[in-house]
């Protein structure tokens, strides 16, 4: 565990000394902040549904951003050389950078809390329960798809591929919903599960359903065990 | 104590190291030496635990390095060769990471800090991006890194490559401080560097270990003769008279360069005839200029072992010569067409 805040705390921290982090954070709340107004002020609406699914399409976009050079610099630069003789195990590398992505994020959501305030201020008939499931919805999305972007990150030593690969991978999870159409019934069952979206609709009704809860953990899991296996295959280090 | 036995690791068909086995024992500074891609950082790698062997096994103290890696791991101080590092941290922040990292109380760390920055020359990069630092200073950084939790083995490779003259002096002085108390291994494809600093030699070529032995001892391989260089002021000596009383000897080379005689006799390791010699030259009324005896350097030694892979297993007292036939005088005008090969490559 203290290995894993230590490299958490240090990536945080590299990120805040970062241009990148910033343009990051503006552009998400440029982005975020538009259809909150859309909704708020011209479509008059007291909720927070529509900037949820928004803030649900810009984490396909901007956490493989985030992620991205995780691991892949690590590789690219050397220094997973360093980590690897240090005595630290392998998981607590991948969960340290899982952990540093995750602080980012909630970093970007924690602006996001204005648009809470602002509905709480202004809004009449508000659903509570919505608006904070749905948060707690999306941040352990948010998760999950850190966990894949690491993983990417662990796949190639540059960076701008892993950006594609946890770009790909993610969006299948985002899209999968689209396709639901086209498929038969019998398939749609099993096609759904899947389905990122699927999974944060009840979150988004201010219903707390653990499966959904545990679909998002479990994806998270896989991917980091997944990260974890990859570098221990590339004979990066040995069995920690 | 490090053990090494039958040591493998293959990449694809290539064999990077080739079953090697040695150890070190503690309290020694061996040096590494090979041309490059000999396998000196694949086995390092390996040493620390980076890498896993394809075949053999390395032990610590009796156990394998691999039993437990991190308690492997933090007895091991490493220095990899290109010194990876943080380019956006600090240096203070990236020793203190590595120290949180490897679990050094609070204390401790301070203590430390102010050791390895005493050492290591830091005192005026602490507070500088690591980025911006000369390949000298990263090297420091590195090293720095390497020795903060005090380890009891060293492993550096190429420890002082991009430093300037006196900085490789600085740091030379360190590492023979830290091999007093600590098993120290150090790479290097630099000859003077393995003769000022280690106690024992391991050369290695393509993956094969050539030469085991004590850095005194490395001359041995090499001991059949020495060349008296002799500059006389003198007009075309004549040294026929003293070339009969010593049928051994063999004159190599005589010049007249302006006033000055130039001359030079290969005689055998076992002789020792400069008393005779200046006694010979005194008595003819000339007088000497300079006189010395001209050793085999190691680098000598090493150019004639790795070249062409030739393998030496135990040391021999006959020179390394790929074609050299049986009989002595062929032996000796092969070793001399190297010599002079090697001298117009120089200039």
């Known amino acids: 565990m203290n290995a894993i805040w230590t490299i958490a705390k240090k990536e945080y921290q590299l990120a805040l000394r970062s241009v990148t982090s910033y343009i990051v954070l503006v552009l998400f709340l440029v982005i975020s902040g538009t259809a909150f107004a859309t909704t708020v002020f011209k479509i008059e609406l007291a909720e927070l549904r529509g900037i949820y699914s928004i803030i649900h399409l810009l984490f396909v976009f901007f956490i493989p951003a985030i992620t991205m050079g995780s691991l892949a610099k690590e590789r690219s630069s050397g220094t997973i050389e360093l980590l690897s003789t240090l005595p630290i195990r392998l998981s607590e590398v991948v969960w340290g950078k899982i952990l540093s992505a995750f602080l980012q994020v909630l970093t970007l959501l924690a602006f996001c809390l204005v648009y809470f305030g602002i509905i709480v201020v202004f809004g009449e008939n508000i659903d509570y329960g919505a608006i904070i499931l749905g948060f707690t919805g999306l941040v352990f999305a948010a998760l999950a798809y850190i966990s894949i972007g690491v993983f990417a990150s662990s796949l190639p030593s540059n960076q701008v591929l892993a950006f594609v690969i946890a770009l790909v991978i993610s969006g299948l999870f985002y899209v999968v919903r689209y396709l639901l159409v086209l498929v038969p019934l019998s398939v749609l069952r099993y096609l759904q599960f899947f389905s990122f979206e699927y999974h944060l609709s009840s979150f988004m009704k201010g219903v707390l359903d653990i499966r959904d809860l545990l679909f998002f953990v479990a994806v998270t899991l896989i991917f980091a065990f997944l990260a974890e296996f990859n570098l221990q295959s590339k004979n990066m280090m040995q069995e920690r | ?347």
């Open chain 2, 1 to 347: 104590m490090i053990e090494i036995k039958n040591l493998s690791r293959h990449f694809g068909s290539i064999k990077a190291v080739d079953e090697i086995s040695f150890s070190i024992s503690s309290g020694t500074i061996t040096g590494f030496l090979g041309p490059n891609g000999a396998g000196k950082t694949t086995a390092m790698r390996m040493m620390v635990g980076y890498l896993q062997p394809s075949a053999g096994s390395i032990f610590l103290d009796g156990a394998s390095i691999f039993a437990d890696p991190i308690a492997t791991s933090t007895r091991i101080g490493y220095l990899p060769e290109h010194n990876p590092l943080y380019d956006e941290m600090i240096t203070q922040e990236i020793l203190q990471y590595i120290a949180d990292l490897r679990k050094m109380p609070r204390a401790l760390f301070d203590q430390r800090l102010q050791y390895v920055v005493e050492s290591c020359g830091l005192q005026d990069v602490l507070v500088q991006r690591v980025g911006t630092l000369s390949k000298g200073y990263r090297q420091r950084v590195g090293l720095a890194m390497a020795i903060l939790h005090d380890p009891e083995i060293l492993i550096l490779d190429e420890p002082t490559s991009g430093l300037d003259p006196n900085q490789i002096i600085e740091i030379r002085e360190l590492i023979r401080n830290l091999g007093t108390q600590k098993t120290v291994l150090l790479s290097s494809h630099i000859m003077q560097e393995v003769q000022a600093l280690c106690d024992r030699v391991l050369i290695i070529n393509k993956g094969k270990i050539i030469v085991d032995d004590e850095i005194g001892k490395l001359k041995d391989y090499f001991k059949d003769f020495q060349v008296l260089h002799l500059e006389l002021e003198a007009e075309n000596a004549d040294f026929s008279e003293f070339m009969e009383y010593h049928p051994e000897l063999e004159i190599l080379s005589q010049t007249q360069e302006g006033e000055y005689f130039k001359l030079q006799i290969k005689v055998p390791a076992e002789l020792d005839i400069k008393y005779d010699l200046a006694r010979f030259v005194a008595e003819n009324g000339w007088l000497i200029v300079s006189l010395y005896a001209q050793q085999k350097s190691l680098e000598e030694i090493f150019h004639n072992l790795t070249k062409e892979g030739k393998i030496l297993s135990e040391p021999t007292v006959e020179p390394v010569l790929e074609d050299a036939e049986p009989g002595k005088e062929t032996e000796m005008s092969i070793e001399l067409q190297d010599k002079e090969d090697e001298g117009e490559k120089k200039l």
